[in-house]
């Protein structure tokens, strides 16, 4: 059975593409995954069984041999850096939240710096396994 490593793959397109340990890319479609799984991260280790497809070599009957490590994960801060700036967090939003309930929103420059960093204490949370 072929093996080879995701190069990409666009849940939303159904498709995408393999590079197979024989050196050539091989079409991936949506149909080919395994049951429950509706995405591949890219550099996901796989098997698959070939077939001609319209266009060229297509996979079929995907398994997952091995996901690729999430470099989100490897990366983010420890939990006790996780829980000082989490607090912090709170302090601002809890500082716009009395601004609010005075009919006050925050100024441009305040609500950017809010939302930057929310994305970025969300970026952290969200680790896909």
């Known amino acids: 059975m072929p093996s080879g490593r995701v190069r990409w793959f666009d849940a939303n397109k159904g498709f995408g593409f393999i ?16 049951a429950g799984l509706t995405t591949l991260r890219k550099n996901a280790r796989v098997e698959f069984s070939v077939v001609d ?5 297509q996979a079929m009957g995907v398994t997952l041999v091995a996901t690729a490590p999430s470099m989100v994960k490897a990366n983010r801060p420890q939990a006790d850096d996780m ?3 989490v607090e912090d967090l709170i302090k601002l939003l809890d500082s716009a ?10 100024s441009a420059a305040e609500s950017k710096k809010l939302a930057t960093l929310l994305r970025a204490v ?5 680790v896909q396994e």
């Open 19 to 34: 590079a197979s340990d024989e050196g050539t890319d091989v079409f991936l479609p949506a149909a080919a995954l395994p």
């Open 53 to 57: 497809g319209r266009k060229g070599p």
């Open 83 to 85: 829980a000082a700036i």
């Open 122 to 126: 969300a970026d952290n949370f969200d």
């Open 97 to 106: 939240g009395n601004g609010l309930r005075r009919h006050h929103y925050p």
